[in-house]
Every structure is written in structure tokens, then in C-alpha cells.
């Protein structure tokens, strides 16, 4: 708005001093740089809304990602603890101690409850993590935008008089076009950047998750092996009954 009320003031100016032709070439230089300032202000929304709308994709895709590696290792669990009961609710117990796998019944029960609470451990880490990652992902983005949009040709007036010195504006239009030009490549640039820092960072605390799961998940397994082996060596039960 600002620019388009200057235009019409300088419209003004030329009519009034068809003589000046240096004040006139300030209005025609500034005439010629506005539709390229504009433009590019406009390509360069439509670049950072495709990020945006980029980084959305990926953390829609992230949470599907994680629901499924959730699914993945709960189901581990509840496989496992399944089997560990089935085993032992078809021992004979006229050999088995039906009180001594009561006993392992109760401690598997609380283990796996146990592993629920490393789950969850590992599920805040992910998800503080991930709200670190996407604050910064769309911090630089506003920032980018901010930038962007940025838009200073009224400053090419200050410390010059458009009748004056008139060419020295123009000489500031030309520089401004040019630096204009040559923010593109940057820009495209960050935005790549910014793009693939993000996924590897969803990426890295999808692995770190996984890794976390693991690991509740091995300690399970491992008391289900002491589990078979009080299951035999106390209880008396027979592991290789199906």
C-alpha cells in the first residue's frame, strides 16, 4: 500500500516536471522494480506454504510411524505374557504347584505393567523431543517468512532528493533489483535445508524410540525366560507340554 501511495505521489511529480528526466527515471525505475518485488514476494509465500504444508505431511506420516512401532511392540508383550499363561494353565496340576505358577501368574502380570511404564518413558522422550524439533521447524519457517516479505524500496529516498540527486536513487533501484535476483537462490536453498534437517530429525527420534522400545522390550523377554525356568525347576511344570 505504501508503495502503490508513493507511485501516485511520484505519478504527480513527473507530470509536473517533464523537464526533470532524472526524476523521471527515478518513477520509471521505480515503476519497473515494484511488479518484481511483488512477484517475488509472491513465489516466495508459495515456496514457504509448500514447506508448511511439507512439514504437516511428515508429522502426519511421523505419528502413523510411531502408532505403528507402538502396535509393534505391545503386541510383543501381550504375545509373550499370552503364551507364558497358556502354558501353565495346561499343566497338570496333580504335578505342577498350582500355587507356585499363581505366583509366577502374579509376577508376570506386574512385569508387564512394569514394561508399561517404560513405554511410556519412551513415548514422553519421543514426544518432547518432537516438540522441540517442530517449534524450531516452524520457528525458522516464520522467520524466513518474515524475511521474505521484507519489502524496503522507500529507503532508497533517504539522504537523496528525487529532483537533487536524483540519480543516486536510481543507482540504489538498480542495486535493489539486483540484490533482489540474487536472494532467490538462498531462499530455495534454506528452504531445502530446512525441509531435509526436519525429516532427519523425525527420523532420528522415530530410531531413538524404537531403540528405547527395544530395550523394555528384551528386559520382558528375558523375564519370561526366568519365568520357564521357575516354571520348571520350582514349579515343576513341564515346558515342552503344548
Do not use: W
Request: charged share 20%; aromatic share 8%.
Amino acid at each position: 500500500m505504501r508503495l502503490l501511495v508513493l507511485l501516485l505521489a511520484l505519478g504527480v511529480i513527473g507530470r509536473n516536471n517533464a523537464a526533470r528526466p532524472g526524476a523521471l527515471e527515478v518513477i520509471d525505475t521505480f515503476k519497473q522494480i515494484v511488479p518484481k518485488y511483488l512477484d517475488t514476494i509472491g513465489e516466495d509465500q508459495q515456496q514457504i506454504f509448500k514447506l508448511q504444508h511439507e512439514g504437516t505431511a511428515a508429522l502426519i506420516q511421523f505419528h502413523s510411524d510411531m502408532v505403528r512401532v507402538k502396535e509393534t511392540f505391545v503386541r510383543s508383550i501381550t504375545l509373550q505374557e499370552e503364551k507364558l499363561l497358556d502354558l501353565m494353565n495346561v499343566q497338570n496340576t496333580s504335578v505342577a504347584d498350582g500355587q507356585c505358577m499363581q505366583f509366577i501368574a502374579s509376577a508376570a502380570k506386574e512385569t508387564v505393567n512394569i514394561i508399561g511404564v517404560a513405554y511410556t518413558t519412551c513415548v514422553n522422550k519421543a514426544d518432547e523431543s518432537m516438540g522441540d524439533t517442530v517449534l524450531s521447524y516452524y520457528g525458522t519457517i516464520g522467520t524466513l517468512e518474515q524475511t521474505s516479505t521484507n519489502v524496503r524500496l522507500l529507503d532508497v529516498f533517504r539522504g537523496d532528493n528525487v529532483f537533487y540527486t536524483p540519480y543516486n536513487i536510481v543507482t540504489k533501484l538498480r542495486q535493489k533489483e539486483t540484490d533482489l535476483l540474487g536472494s532467490r537462490a538462498p531462499l530455495e536453498t534454506a528452504l531445502k535445508v530446512q525441509k531435509g534437517e526436519f525429516e532427519a530429525d523425525l527420523e532420528e527420534i522415530r530410531t531413538s524410540y524404537i531403540e528405547c522400545m527395544t530395550i523394555a522390550e528384551m528386559s520382558f523377554r528375558s523375564y519370561i525366560e526366568l519365568a520357564h525356568r521357575q516354571l520348571s525347576y520350582i514349579c515343576g511344570a513341564d515346558l515342552a507340554n503344548p
